[in-house]
């Protein structure tokens, strides 16, 4: 195995080399940390904010801030061990009008040449689950044919949920794990955690305080990245604000009851477009299920109208920190950007539960 080595109260441990593409605030380095045996020798992500997160919670030396086009041409890739990152999932949306001349749609082909110069001995690749159906995995799989530029790897593809894996949240998420043709394959596992053992938004939230209607604003704090004033480093319990709602909206809020939604409200207080329309997006200006996982913790999670995203029992949307919690980051976890920004970076995190289990089977299988 060439991996690196480092002392620690056991003895020698080998540490598997990561490189994390389309890294973002790295909710997959912070898995892949909280696993063991792991260390990050480069990480690349476009988004200014972002990049700035990722930085305060890991080494900002191996911070590639910039498009992973430029960093593919740049030479500087790191042999490593493992490769791991999910180009961004829009280019793959089987919603609205097709885009097949989306420049994202091309994104997979930067990771392969990461893969060819890096030579991993296994990469991992995570999309939301219309990925597996679509026409660019079908063109990663043909990569591993004979004259494709992944011949000296085999592909598993499989759609697993986060709650398998020991995240509070329904996220569904295509996984592909390929491996050199010198090691076992290893297989994408499906579940690590039973259903009777699934995690639950009042274990993740369920003991934080409410939040002051007057609370709505981030510490006036900014920190440097790269030359670049950006608001931050926040903690973790810094994201506990709310916003400024309308006198209407809280009217809204205050009759939807515990697991409810718009179909609850009064015809005064729906929308012209909800009236007489009680199918089709029954998540909208939902509640939270105290007892239950979340549903997906979106980029615009803070907006009620966007999806269940009620606190289950307060009148308002859950907070950046409680998303955070969510998705799984621990309470030190360090943020930078605006509120949107962060909101951005929580909700196109890969679940840290998550990332956590593959690390984990991944090192158990390659060791």
Known sequence: MQASTEGDHKGVIARLRVIDLFAGCGGLTAGFR?????RTVAAVEKDLAAAATYAANFEERHVHWGGIEGWVTSGEIPEADIVVGGPPCQGFSNLGARRERD????????????LVAARPRVFLLENVDRFATSGQCRDL????YRSGRLRDYTIDCHIVRATDHGAAQLRRRTIVIGTHRDLAQIQVPRTTVPKSEWRTVKDEIGGLSP??????????DWTVFRGHTVPGRFSSIDLHVTRRYEE???ERFASIPPGGNRTDLPDNLKAPCWLNHDTGSLDVMGRMHWDRPSVT?????????KGRYLHPDQDRAISHYEAARLQGFPDDYLWCGTKVQIARQIGNAVPVPLAQSLATYIRACMC
């Open 248 to 250: 209407r909206s809280l």
């Open 34 to 38: 909280a696993a063991g045996g792991y």
């Open 297 to 305: 913790i979106r980029t615009e999670f803070y907006k009620p109208e």
């Open 103 to 114: 420049p994202r749609n091309a994104l997979w082909r930067r990771y392969v040449d990461v």
């Open 211 to 220: 939040i002051d209607p007057d609370h709505r604003d981030l510490p006036d």
């Open 141 to 144: 799989v043909r990569e591993t």
